[in-house]
């Protein structure tokens, strides 16, 4: 059909017209930046708000550390809490961010990206926030460990400790698992070319890796003087400060609140809101029944109510429910939870009858219940993760939880084996435990020549340091 | 007026060309998700980020409460703080939210969405983030009374109490005031069907619902032993830790910008945003005010500027304002913060008088400047709130101020009624208070056979725990 | 070309249609707010978090300052720390911000907006929420000077002086630099008109104001009882508790992730999402090579690591890295935090032998580091601010250098000046100092009739105190 030319002009100006109202239209809808633009600044300021609750996690660990460890030492162990996240974010600036998330060597290694030199896209999450948000992960892997070697441990070698574990074991665990090309999971929503290990916010990536270096670290110095008595019975060494237990344990719930949550990465969509909000839910559930379930399980065994044991359940329960705080419902985040919480009380049972002295309860509450978080994702994941599998308890057989049973070995016999490589090879050179004498007096005098509570504790007052600030 | 078909073809062909450009124009704008989907992820983020702090305030009232009671009794106290937010994250989940936000029985309590089941609509903030921001609401009810019932409450009665406030005391208040179809309030824009009770972010729905429990308890358990001299008159018992004391203060403080900007429910818009802002200054404003209110009041009458009443007089300014901090302008956020300080300080000379112990102040806190804050609103509401009035002082005569006072008092009787029953039920069955012996030995050591500070205290360090855990 | 009514017609009807259409498109795009104003309330959300973080920065100065001085002056203290945000409040509102913000008289001071009275123009971020991040900041140039002052102070004078600076002479040095009509920086994207003296977050603005009114105060009243010996040489005070001291420096850090990111203002577009993840990712690593730097000064210098000098280190990089967050790159965060560290341990040592006594360490955290971090920016900035200049190492030249010497002297100037004037003023009238006798039995007895640790340091339980509150 051949139009008039009266029709070509009305078609032609309408054409005109409708682009110029379109973009009128787009200009008083657009005044500020595109949706896609808002998303990503939206998903930026998510990642930024959730790494500084996490990375507040770093005081979580001080206090809880130092209020379950003796005054003598509170000195070292607060100074130990800071370094390890000072040493990890050197070393992760340096080279682990580039192990974890830079080009893959056959799914076992990143090979570029050190020194933070990536090249960043428009349109897409800047990697800083990225860097930031991973980084405060690896602090807290390193962390975990300051506790189950607490009181006895050289403050060099500590340093030394941190520095590898931030710089090379924790990152390349990350690769496997969370690089997007690990051999452990490719988030390719199947298990395609990868064992489809699934570990939403690291109950095993950060925290069993920070437990099996606790269990090895423990293992190698051995326990504490006295820890044991002469006929081999374990005696109670009572930590010095609950109120700094106690504080040091909502702290770490909070900071969870962006280390579960936050490990969606994205909330500027709906699914992603939704995601968020679920996480927000099960992080919080599973807290609180671990809480009980420890209360309880302490109270029937002993007789009475127990404060550390209950706050040590609470972070058994966020430890076990990170790894399927996305993809279980509330009531099976509370069961998971729960069952966390009787877990930290044999745990720690165990440890005594193997003679391991763990001060604070790290590899219960972060070893065994990461393996236990990570497992239960096999039993209770509803919603199928990026594997596109859903757990034994929800129709999906036992491919999920075969799946996070290799995950759990294979990093285990990572951390464990270069976890036992560093601590002999510091134990060969500078040392890794301080002198008897060193122990008893207490590692505050000792390491740093002063005390903690020169007016409360009566000790001497740090005369000792010829330091130019006066404290 | 009959179209020429040349004519009608142009028109066809500018619809559909026009069609097309709006739907390209669209595509270039909207790369990334609506704006109405933006919000609604906004809006959740908001409300996960304002539920985390006022989670927060858990730790906030833990450090408080243990400040200002002894140290013999400091291990219970955490223990206590610790469980009441565990009970009611379980309560709450169970029954607690359906009660709240179910269908309304004729505007008394809801009926359904019972441990956490309820539909989610899509292009809405999730559910689950609701149920997120209001569990640490009734945290913060259910934790208050932990101060006023401090030294003296038997741990398994607390569990008791902390579960059935979240459980059903505090839920049902909730759905008289915020549920949308209460009897005191359905947020329609008038008073027509309900009472036009105005409590923003809860002065009376959280902080009084705490402070008449605290009150019936207190007065249920008598006061602690030697509070009250063998000739009546009062004695200080100070507590044991002023450092821990103001570090709670400022965590509540802080936990209050989650608090109260957070009932808005939402900042994706101007409006949102305008009055999230408006919310931030004048709570801030009124802690501000509040401490300086006590400080000179305790000042004048004691001669000596008190720490302890000026901490009070900032969170007495934070509870006042709570319930009208969208609806007035600063100044009289200055004002209403203000008198709340003088509140706290005769408000608890008046419980002396009245042989009332309340070791931390929670009732002139909480319950007293709670019903301030909220008559406050019919005074100085500026802006018309979700009952379109405004208060005495702007030009909207009694009507609010008349609504206030029936809220005040319905929910005072209430909680009072409820309370006065599950703690007399308490009383008769398990018991509510500890014995002399054991009050006196300090309840650590009673119910939990440990110290909070074995070696600062010289107290005996917990060897009569059998636990496996060595603190 | 006169058009046939046909095609009239038909361009009429098209342009009606279109009109229409983008009407629905924007309906279907927009079924929420537009992006302009989701931007806007994305940036005031983003503004009232990191505001929140900043305020949270009072109690980590509190139990910092706390932790570093003696048990008999912490109520003392602690009250300090509370007290000057309180003041700053009620100052920042009735006159600060309009000296700050206000519309300004050549440059020198704003003149309007006083009792927070501005108009908020539709399609910004509210005032409100403008206003509460700036009070925060001025809380923290505040509370700067309770640590250096500590010790001696009388309560009331302090009062008087939180009240002053907050109220006139920090909002001076904002009006100069950040109100966007300074003599010394106008923000508009070159140097014309002022002299582009750039401090992105308030190295100078903020940390040196408080850092030069500290050392001011420090001088004028001398040092503590026997800091110094009848030889003249410096005695070691310790601080009671480290664990307050390290919680206070991660609570500083935390906050730190406010202070920084937050002065980019915005975050809702894709070059703001940008500027906000690198700022983040700066202030973290410079935190962590402060530590460091600080660690190995001290270690080599002292013979032992020192806990106290690492946590000034780690504050020293962060106030050093504020001028330049934005600026710099991670690499050049790295050195300019490292050299922070040997700053702040030869800065005190510096004071010691000038016989200043600053019990904490705020003027070589807070001058010292303000003064680096300021000048470092005419080195090292790679990313030209709002002056348009790059530093020395980046091909900008002297520039940027020269401009940066002279808003440290200019600021340096008007701080040394006011705060003298104010000091001498307060000594001339009620007095600056406590008595002997005072200052001797501690300012917890002496101001407050009561002692922080009745407890546990076995000290007088404030039996003079005939406060209500059982206390």
Redesign the interface.
């Known amino acids: 059909m051949k139009?008039?030319w009266?029709?070509?002009?009305?078609?032609g100006?309408?054409?005109g017209?409708?682009?110029w109202?379109?973009?009128?239209?787009?200009a008083?809808?657009?005044?500020?930046?595109?949706?896609?633009?808002?998303?990503?600044?939206?998903n930026?300021?998510?990642l930024?708000?959730a790494?500084?609750?996490v990375?507040?996690m770093?005081?979580g660990f001080?206090?809880l550390t130092?209020g379950?460890t003796?005054?003598?030492n509170?000195?070292n162990i607060?100074?130990k809490?800071?370094?390890d996240?000072?040493?990890c974010?050197?070393a992760f600036?340096a080279v682990g961010w580039g192990i974890a998330y830079g080009t893959s060597a056959g799914g076992f290694i990143g090979t570029d990206q050190f020194?933070?030199s990536p090249v960043?896209a428009?349109?897409e999450?800047?990697?800083?926030?990225s860097?930031?948000f991973q980084?405060v992960f690896a602090g807290t892997a390193a962390t975990i460990v300051a506790g189950a070697m607490a009181e006895r441990t050289k403050?060099a070698a500590y340093l030394i400790y941190s520095f590898i574990i931030s710089l090379f074991i924790y990152p390349v665990v990350v690769h496997w698992v969370w690089s997007g090309a690990g051999w452990l999971n490719t988030y390719s929503g199947s298990t395609e070319g990868n064992w489809g290990f699934t570990d939403f916010a690291g109950s095993t990536v950060v925290h069993s890796v920070g437990g099996w270096a606790s269990l090895v670290g423990a293992m190698i110095l051995g326990p504490r003087l006295g820890?044991f008595g002469p006929d081999g019975k374990?005696?109670?060494?009572?930590?010095?400060?609950?109120?700094?237990a106690?504080?040091g344990?909502?702290?770490l719930?909070?900071g969870w609140?962006?280390f579960n949550?936050g490990s969606q990465l994205a909330?500027?969509?709906?699914a992603?809101?939704?995601a968020?909000?679920?996480v927000?839910?099960t992080t919080?559930?599973a807290?609180?029944?671990g809480?009980?379930g420890a209360?309880f399980t302490?109270w029937l065994r002993?007789?009475?109510?127990?404060?550390?044991?209950?706050?040590?359940g609470?972070l058994g329960g966020l430890v076990a429910i990170t790894a399927g705080c996305a993809y279980v419902d509330?009531?099976s985040s509370?069961i998971i939870g729960f069952i966390a919480g009787p877990i930290v009380?044999f745990s720690?049972?165990l440890?005594?009858k193997l003679k391991i002295?763990?001060?604070?309860?790290a590899v219960p509450v972060h070893l065994v219940n990461g393996i236990w978080g990570t497992l239960a994702v096999g039993l209770f994941a509803s919603v199928p993760g990026n594997t596109g599998t859903t757990g034994l308890f929800y129709g999906g057989g036992l491919t999920l939880l075969i799946s996070q049973f290799v995950g759990v070995v294979a990093i285990g016999l990572w951390t464990v084996a270069t976890a036992a490589l560093m601590f002999f090879a510091i134990k060969a050179t500078i040392g890794l435990r301080v002198s008897k004498a060193e122990e008893e007096a207490g590692l505050d005098i000792g390491?740093?020549?002063?005390?903690?509570?020169?007016?409360?504790?009566g000790a001497p007052?740090?005369?000792e340091?010829?330091?130019?600030?006066?404290?």
């Open positions: 139009l008039a009266r029709t070509k002009i009305g078609l100006l309408g054409f017209l409708g682009l109202l379109v973009g009128t239209g787009r008083f809808a657009q005044e500020g930046p595109t949706t896609a633009e808002l998303a990503v600044a939206m930026t300021f998510f930024i708000v790494a500084a609750l990375f507040f770093q005081a001080a206090m130092a379950l003796r005054s003598k509170t000195t607060l100074f809490n800071l370094m996240f000072v040493m974010s050197i600036w020194f933070l960043t428009e349109g999450v800047p990697v800083m926030a860097w930031f980084v403050f820890r374990p005696r109670v060494i009572p930590g010095h400060n609950m109120s700094l106690a504080l344990t909502f702290i719930w909070l609140f962006g949550p909330i500027a969509s709906q992603n809101a939704d968020v909000a679920l927000a839910v919080n559930l807290a609180a029944a809480a009980l209360l302490a002993y007789g009475k109510p127990d404060l550390g044991q209950t706050l040590n609470v509330p009531l509370i009380v720690a049972e440890l005594e002295d763990d001060p604070v309860g390491e740093h020549g002063m005390v903690a509570y020169p007016d409360l504790s007052a740090g005369g340091v010829s330091g130019a600030l006066a404290r």
